[in-house]
Protein backbone atom coordinates (compact mmCIF):
# COMPACT_ATOMS: atom_id res chain seq x y z
CA UNK A 1 0.00 0.00 0.00
CA UNK A 2 2.95 2.43 1.20
CA UNK A 3 6.54 2.65 0.67
CA UNK A 4 7.20 4.44 4.02
CA UNK A 5 5.68 4.03 7.52
CA UNK A 6 4.82 7.71 8.83
CA UNK A 7 4.93 8.44 12.43
CA UNK A 8 2.14 10.48 14.37
CA UNK A 9 2.79 10.24 17.66
CA UNK A 10 5.45 12.52 19.32
CA UNK A 11 3.64 13.39 22.04
CA UNK A 12 4.95 9.37 23.22
CA UNK A 13 7.72 9.90 21.81
CA UNK A 14 9.80 11.66 19.35
CA UNK A 15 11.57 9.93 16.67
CA UNK A 16 13.45 9.17 14.30
CA UNK A 17 16.23 11.19 16.43
CA UNK A 18 18.12 14.01 14.83
CA UNK A 19 21.44 12.89 13.88
CA UNK A 20 23.57 14.72 15.59
CA UNK A 21 21.93 12.86 18.68
CA UNK A 22 22.49 9.20 16.95
CA UNK A 23 26.44 10.30 16.57
CA UNK A 24 26.75 11.49 20.11
CA UNK A 25 24.98 8.06 20.96
CA UNK A 26 27.55 5.94 18.84
CA UNK A 27 30.76 7.76 20.35
CA UNK A 28 29.72 7.41 23.93
CA UNK A 29 28.89 3.99 24.06
CA UNK A 30 32.56 3.34 22.77
CA UNK A 31 34.35 6.50 25.00
CA UNK A 32 36.60 5.39 27.59
CA UNK A 33 35.91 5.15 31.18
CA UNK A 34 38.17 7.62 32.07
CA UNK A 35 36.59 9.99 30.06
CA UNK A 36 32.73 9.41 31.86
CA UNK A 37 33.50 11.95 34.69
CA UNK A 38 34.53 14.93 32.68
CA UNK A 39 31.35 14.17 30.03
CA UNK A 40 28.75 13.71 32.90
CA UNK A 41 30.31 17.13 34.56
CA UNK A 42 29.87 18.69 30.77
CA UNK A 43 26.70 17.37 29.85
CA UNK A 44 24.98 18.17 33.19
CA UNK A 45 26.46 21.83 32.85
CA UNK A 46 24.59 22.64 29.34
CA UNK A 47 21.43 20.94 30.05
CA UNK A 48 21.35 23.15 33.03
CA UNK A 49 22.21 26.06 30.80
CA UNK A 50 19.73 25.10 28.50
CA UNK A 51 17.24 25.78 31.05
CA UNK A 52 18.93 29.01 32.30
CA UNK A 53 20.16 27.61 35.50
CA UNK A 54 23.47 28.26 36.52
CA UNK A 55 24.02 26.41 39.12
CA UNK A 56 23.66 22.31 37.43
CA UNK A 57 23.33 20.85 41.04
CA UNK A 58 19.76 22.79 40.81
CA UNK A 59 19.35 20.22 37.66
CA UNK A 60 18.78 16.21 39.30
CA UNK A 61 19.11 14.26 36.18
CA UNK A 62 16.75 10.91 36.42
CA UNK A 63 16.08 8.12 34.37
CA UNK A 64 12.89 9.98 32.65
CA UNK A 65 9.84 12.47 33.76
CA UNK A 66 8.45 9.25 35.83
CA UNK A 67 11.41 8.70 38.28
CA UNK A 68 11.73 12.84 38.54
CA UNK A 69 8.27 13.45 39.65
CA UNK A 70 8.55 9.96 41.75
CA UNK A 71 11.55 11.66 43.59
CA UNK A 72 10.05 15.19 43.67
CA UNK A 73 6.70 14.62 45.28
CA UNK A 74 8.40 11.76 47.52
CA UNK A 75 10.79 14.21 49.09
CA UNK A 76 8.73 17.48 48.83
CA UNK A 77 7.89 18.65 52.71
CA UNK A 78 4.58 19.56 53.25
CA UNK A 79 3.68 19.58 56.51
CA UNK A 80 0.75 17.91 57.99
CA UNK A 81 -2.28 19.36 57.79
CA UNK A 82 -1.72 20.85 54.62
CA UNK A 83 -3.37 20.52 51.57
CA UNK A 84 -2.42 19.35 47.97
CA UNK A 85 -4.25 20.55 44.69
CA UNK A 86 -3.89 19.08 41.38
CA UNK A 87 -5.94 19.55 38.06
CA UNK A 88 -8.12 16.59 36.50
CA UNK A 89 -5.92 16.35 33.81
CA UNK A 90 -2.69 14.81 34.86
CA UNK A 91 -0.74 11.91 34.04
CA UNK A 92 -0.33 9.19 36.39
CA UNK A 93 3.12 10.00 36.61
CA UNK A 94 2.10 13.13 38.77
CA UNK A 95 -0.94 11.63 39.92
CA UNK A 96 0.29 8.30 41.31
CA UNK A 97 2.81 9.95 44.05
CA UNK A 98 0.36 12.72 44.34
CA UNK A 99 -2.12 10.26 46.37
CA UNK A 100 0.59 7.97 47.80
CA UNK A 101 1.66 11.97 49.54
CA UNK A 102 -1.87 12.62 50.72
CA UNK A 103 -2.10 9.26 52.65
CA UNK A 104 0.60 10.09 54.67
CA UNK A 105 -1.21 13.47 56.81
CA UNK A 106 -2.18 15.73 54.17
CA UNK A 107 -5.76 15.98 51.29
CA UNK A 108 -5.59 15.99 47.94
CA UNK A 109 -8.04 17.97 46.00
CA UNK A 110 -8.63 19.17 42.67
CA UNK A 111 -9.14 22.17 40.54
CA UNK A 112 -12.16 21.73 38.93
CA UNK A 113 -12.50 22.64 35.60
CA UNK A 114 -15.06 24.51 33.60
CA UNK A 115 -17.22 22.75 31.09
CA UNK A 116 -18.77 23.74 27.74
CA UNK A 117 -17.43 24.10 24.56
CA UNK A 118 -15.53 27.24 24.46
CA UNK A 119 -15.63 27.45 20.18
CA UNK A 120 -19.46 27.09 19.99
CA UNK A 121 -18.00 24.32 17.34
CA UNK A 122 -19.09 21.09 18.82
CA UNK A 123 -21.97 20.33 21.32
CA UNK A 124 -19.54 17.09 22.22
CA UNK A 125 -19.11 16.10 26.09
CA UNK A 126 -15.25 16.04 25.62
CA UNK A 127 -14.84 19.45 24.75
CA UNK A 128 -13.93 21.75 27.49
CA UNK A 129 -13.93 25.56 28.37
CA UNK A 130 -10.90 26.13 30.46
CA UNK A 131 -8.82 23.60 31.71
CA UNK A 132 -8.72 24.72 34.81
CA UNK A 133 -10.97 27.39 37.10
CA UNK A 134 -8.70 29.95 38.46
CA UNK A 135 -11.05 31.71 40.26
CA UNK A 136 -11.34 28.48 42.47
CA UNK A 137 -8.30 28.44 42.46
CA UNK A 138 -7.77 31.84 44.13
CA UNK A 139 -10.24 31.33 46.23
CA UNK A 140 -8.99 28.21 48.08
CA UNK A 141 -5.59 29.52 48.22
CA UNK A 142 -6.33 32.61 49.89
CA UNK A 143 -6.99 29.91 52.90
CA UNK A 144 -3.26 29.85 53.37
CA UNK A 145 -3.62 26.14 53.90
CA UNK A 146 -1.94 24.98 50.52
CA UNK A 147 1.58 23.20 50.82
CA UNK A 148 2.15 22.32 47.65
CA UNK A 149 0.49 22.77 43.86
CA UNK A 150 1.07 20.52 41.12
CA UNK A 151 -0.10 20.65 37.89
CA UNK A 152 0.93 19.82 34.47
CA UNK A 153 2.02 22.48 32.06
CA UNK A 154 -0.42 20.69 29.00
CA UNK A 155 -2.46 17.73 28.85
CA UNK A 156 -0.76 14.90 27.38
CA UNK A 157 -3.84 13.62 25.68
CA UNK A 158 -5.33 17.02 24.31
CA UNK A 159 -2.28 18.57 24.41
CA UNK A 160 -4.37 21.43 26.15
CA UNK A 161 -2.07 24.11 27.78
CA UNK A 162 -3.00 25.14 31.65
CA UNK A 163 -2.31 28.26 32.53
CA UNK A 164 0.51 27.49 34.35
CA UNK A 165 2.18 30.91 34.45
CA UNK A 166 -0.89 32.11 36.41
CA UNK A 167 -0.98 29.45 38.95
CA UNK A 168 2.17 29.58 40.20
CA UNK A 169 1.96 33.36 40.72
CA UNK A 170 -1.08 32.98 42.63
CA UNK A 171 0.28 30.07 44.56
CA UNK A 172 3.56 31.74 45.49
CA UNK A 173 1.56 35.12 46.33
CA UNK A 174 -0.53 32.59 49.40
CA UNK A 175 2.66 30.77 50.70
CA UNK A 176 1.99 27.32 48.64
CA UNK A 177 5.23 25.68 46.57
CA UNK A 178 4.56 25.02 42.78
CA UNK A 179 5.39 21.78 41.00
CA UNK A 180 5.26 21.67 37.22
CA UNK A 181 5.52 18.69 34.99
CA UNK A 182 6.59 19.81 31.99
CA UNK A 183 7.02 16.68 30.05
CA UNK A 184 4.66 17.81 26.84
CA UNK A 185 6.49 21.18 26.47
CA UNK A 186 9.96 21.31 26.62
CA UNK A 187 11.84 21.11 23.58
CA UNK A 188 9.08 23.16 22.16
CA UNK A 189 8.76 26.14 24.70
CA UNK A 190 11.44 28.18 25.36
CA UNK A 191 11.62 27.78 28.97
CA UNK A 192 14.16 29.23 31.58
CA UNK A 193 12.83 27.64 34.25
CA UNK A 194 14.53 30.34 37.33
CA UNK A 195 12.17 33.01 35.45
CA UNK A 196 9.43 30.55 35.36
CA UNK A 197 9.56 30.96 38.93
CA UNK A 198 8.02 27.15 39.68
CA UNK A 199 9.63 25.43 42.89
CA UNK A 200 9.98 21.98 40.94
CA UNK A 201 10.18 21.69 37.24
CA UNK A 202 10.07 18.04 35.91
CA UNK A 203 10.86 17.25 32.48
CA UNK A 204 11.53 14.07 30.09
CA UNK A 205 14.07 13.69 27.52
CA UNK A 206 12.54 11.63 24.42
CA UNK A 207 9.84 13.92 23.61
CA UNK A 208 10.44 17.35 22.81
CA UNK A 209 13.86 17.26 23.33
CA UNK A 210 14.65 14.46 21.43
CA UNK A 211 16.90 12.34 23.24
CA UNK A 212 16.58 8.56 23.34
CA UNK A 213 14.68 7.08 26.32
CA UNK A 214 16.14 6.60 29.47
CA UNK A 215 16.75 10.59 30.64
CA UNK A 216 15.18 13.35 32.06
CA UNK A 217 15.04 15.62 35.10
CA UNK A 218 14.15 17.85 37.83
CA UNK A 219 14.71 21.39 38.43
CA UNK A 220 14.76 21.98 42.68
CA UNK A 221 14.75 26.37 42.84
CA UNK A 222 16.29 27.62 46.31
CA UNK A 223 13.07 27.60 47.49
CA UNK A 224 11.59 24.15 47.54
CA UNK A 225 11.34 22.81 50.23
CA UNK A 226 13.06 18.93 50.71
CA UNK A 227 13.14 16.53 53.28
CA UNK A 228 15.22 14.09 51.59
CA UNK A 229 15.67 10.71 53.73
CA UNK A 230 18.95 9.18 52.33
CA UNK A 231 22.23 9.77 53.40
CA UNK A 232 24.51 12.12 51.82
CA UNK A 233 26.11 11.09 48.90
CA UNK A 234 29.53 13.55 48.92
CA UNK A 235 31.83 14.68 51.21
CA UNK A 236 31.80 17.75 52.85
CA UNK A 237 32.62 20.79 50.75
CA UNK A 238 36.02 22.44 50.90
CA UNK A 239 34.97 25.67 51.91
CA UNK A 240 33.15 23.64 55.18
CA UNK A 241 29.23 24.82 53.75
CA UNK A 242 27.03 23.66 56.32
CA UNK A 243 24.68 20.55 55.71
CA UNK A 244 20.82 21.50 54.72
CA UNK A 245 18.86 20.43 57.73
CA UNK A 246 16.73 18.71 55.52
CA UNK A 247 18.64 17.46 52.95
CA UNK A 248 17.78 17.49 49.39
CA UNK A 249 17.62 14.58 47.17
CA UNK A 250 20.81 14.11 44.59
CA UNK A 251 22.71 11.68 42.37
CA UNK A 252 22.31 8.67 44.57
CA UNK A 253 18.38 9.04 45.36
CA UNK A 254 18.04 8.56 41.43
CA UNK A 255 20.52 5.72 40.73
CA UNK A 256 23.29 6.25 38.03
CA UNK A 257 22.33 8.20 35.29
CA UNK A 258 22.78 6.59 31.52
CA UNK A 259 25.92 7.85 30.05
CA UNK A 260 24.94 7.01 26.76
CA UNK A 261 21.08 8.64 27.00
CA UNK A 262 22.82 11.85 28.92
CA UNK A 263 25.37 12.09 25.35
CA UNK A 264 22.13 12.56 23.29
CA UNK A 265 20.68 14.63 25.73
CA UNK A 266 23.43 16.92 25.29
CA UNK A 267 23.33 16.81 21.99
CA UNK A 268 19.90 17.48 21.42
CA UNK A 269 19.76 20.42 23.90
CA UNK A 270 23.39 21.75 21.81
CA UNK A 271 21.12 21.51 18.32
CA UNK A 272 17.55 23.02 20.06
CA UNK A 273 19.69 26.54 21.27
CA UNK A 274 20.23 26.83 17.80
CA UNK A 275 16.69 26.76 16.78
CA UNK A 276 13.93 28.90 16.79
CA UNK A 277 11.58 27.33 18.91
CA UNK A 278 8.40 29.53 18.45
CA UNK A 279 8.66 29.27 14.56
CA UNK A 280 8.89 25.34 14.91
CA UNK A 281 5.57 25.23 17.33
CA UNK A 282 3.78 27.47 15.09
CA UNK A 283 4.55 25.29 11.99
CA UNK A 284 3.67 22.54 13.92
CA UNK A 285 0.51 23.26 14.83
CA UNK A 286 -0.40 24.68 11.31
CA UNK A 287 0.44 20.69 10.42
CA UNK A 288 -2.03 19.73 13.15
CA UNK A 289 -4.93 22.17 12.56
CA UNK A 290 -4.58 20.88 8.33
CA UNK A 291 -5.35 17.38 10.03
CA UNK A 292 -8.14 18.34 12.30
CA UNK A 293 -9.45 20.52 9.89
CA UNK A 294 -9.74 16.84 7.96
CA UNK A 295 -11.12 14.59 10.83
CA UNK A 296 -13.48 17.74 11.86
CA UNK A 297 -15.24 17.32 8.74
CA UNK A 298 -16.08 13.64 9.23
CA UNK A 299 -19.23 13.19 10.45
CA UNK A 300 -17.98 10.25 13.12
CA UNK A 301 -15.13 12.00 14.37
CA UNK A 302 -15.38 13.92 17.26
CA UNK A 303 -12.40 16.03 18.87
CA UNK A 304 -11.41 16.06 22.33
CA UNK A 305 -10.15 19.19 23.83
CA UNK A 306 -10.69 23.01 22.82
CA UNK A 307 -10.80 23.13 19.40
CA UNK A 308 -8.52 26.06 19.00
CA UNK A 309 -4.88 24.75 18.15
CA UNK A 310 -3.30 27.87 19.72
CA UNK A 311 -4.53 26.69 23.13
CA UNK A 312 -2.92 23.70 22.30
CA UNK A 313 0.69 21.64 21.81
CA UNK A 314 0.72 20.05 18.17
CA UNK A 315 -1.75 17.03 19.38
CA UNK A 316 -4.95 16.30 18.26
CA UNK A 317 -7.15 13.62 20.01
CA UNK A 318 -10.30 12.46 18.62
CA UNK A 319 -12.75 9.41 18.73
CA UNK A 320 -14.61 7.73 16.03
CA UNK A 321 -18.90 7.16 17.15
CA UNK A 322 -18.81 3.24 18.13
CA UNK A 323 -15.20 2.10 17.07
CA UNK A 324 -13.02 1.28 19.96
CA UNK A 325 -9.37 3.74 19.87
CA UNK A 326 -7.59 0.79 19.48
CA UNK A 327 -9.08 -0.22 16.51
CA UNK A 328 -9.13 3.02 14.82
CA UNK A 329 -5.27 3.28 15.79
CA UNK A 330 -4.84 -0.30 14.37
CA UNK A 331 -6.46 0.55 10.95
CA UNK A 332 -4.42 3.84 10.78
CA UNK A 333 -1.28 1.08 11.37
CA UNK A 334 -2.51 -0.57 8.42
CA UNK A 335 -2.71 2.56 6.29
CA UNK A 336 1.32 2.80 7.24
CA UNK A 337 0.71 5.58 10.43
CA UNK A 338 1.84 5.17 13.94
CA UNK A 339 -0.83 6.79 16.13
CA UNK A 340 -1.40 6.76 19.84
CA UNK A 341 -4.43 4.87 21.13
CA UNK A 342 -5.75 3.96 24.58
CA UNK A 343 -5.92 6.35 27.94
CA UNK A 344 -2.21 7.60 27.26
CA UNK A 345 -1.23 7.17 31.07
CA UNK A 346 -3.50 9.43 32.21
CA UNK A 347 -6.96 7.65 33.32
CA UNK A 348 -7.81 10.96 35.73
CA UNK A 349 -8.18 12.79 32.25
CA UNK A 350 -10.19 10.51 30.68
CA UNK A 351 -12.38 10.08 33.41
CA UNK A 352 -12.67 13.79 33.32
CA UNK A 353 -13.16 13.52 29.56
CA UNK A 354 -15.78 10.64 30.08
CA UNK A 355 -14.01 8.73 28.35
CA UNK A 356 -12.01 6.06 30.62
CA UNK A 357 -13.68 3.19 28.76
CA UNK A 358 -13.39 3.91 25.45
CA UNK A 359 -9.92 5.64 25.48
CA UNK A 360 -8.96 8.09 22.33
CA UNK A 361 -6.99 8.14 19.58
CA UNK A 362 -4.12 11.17 19.57
CA UNK A 363 -2.17 12.35 16.58
CA UNK A 364 0.95 14.23 17.43
CA UNK A 365 3.45 16.07 15.45
CA UNK A 366 6.98 16.50 15.82
CA UNK A 367 9.37 19.48 15.56
CA UNK A 368 10.88 19.56 12.00
CA UNK A 369 8.38 17.11 10.49
CA UNK A 370 8.05 17.66 6.86
CA UNK A 371 5.37 19.10 5.56
CA UNK A 372 5.35 16.58 3.08
CA UNK A 373 4.89 13.63 5.53
CA UNK A 374 2.13 15.81 6.48
CA UNK A 375 0.52 16.08 3.35
CA UNK A 376 0.76 11.91 2.56
CA UNK A 377 -0.61 11.69 6.04
CA UNK A 378 -4.29 13.18 5.11
CA UNK A 379 -4.14 11.95 1.83
CA UNK A 380 -4.37 8.37 3.49
CA UNK A 381 -6.81 9.73 6.29
CA UNK A 382 -9.28 11.06 3.67
CA UNK A 383 -9.13 7.49 1.97
CA UNK A 384 -10.11 5.62 5.28
CA UNK A 385 -13.65 3.91 4.83
CA UNK A 386 -13.47 3.62 8.85
CA UNK A 387 -13.33 7.46 9.41
CA UNK A 388 -16.45 8.06 6.69
Known sequence: MTNRDLYLNHAGTSWPKPDVVTAAVQEAMSAQPIRWAGQFEQAHQQIAG???????EQILLTPG??????????????????????????????????????SAGVSLEYIPYRPGDSTGESESAMAVGAAIDLDWLQANLSNQDVGLVAITAAC?????????????????DNGAMVLIDAAQVVGWLDLDFPSLGAD?????????????????????????QMECVSAACALPSADHRETPSRPRPGYCDVGSVDQIALAGLRAAVRQLRQQDAGAQLARARDQIERIQSLLHSKGKVQVAGPMEVGRRMPTLAFSVTGVPSGQVAADFRQHGMTVGSGIQCAPLAHETLGTESTGLVRISVGLGQPDDEIDEAIDRMASMALLR
Not at 78 to 99: C, Q
Not at 200 to 224: C, D, N, T
Open 200 to 224: MVAFGGHKGLQSPWGIGGMYLSERA
Open 65 to 102: CTSALAVGIGDVFVASGKRLLTSRWEHHALHRPLLKLA
Open 156 to 172: NVTGELLPYEAVIRMAH
Open 50 to 56: YFGVQDA
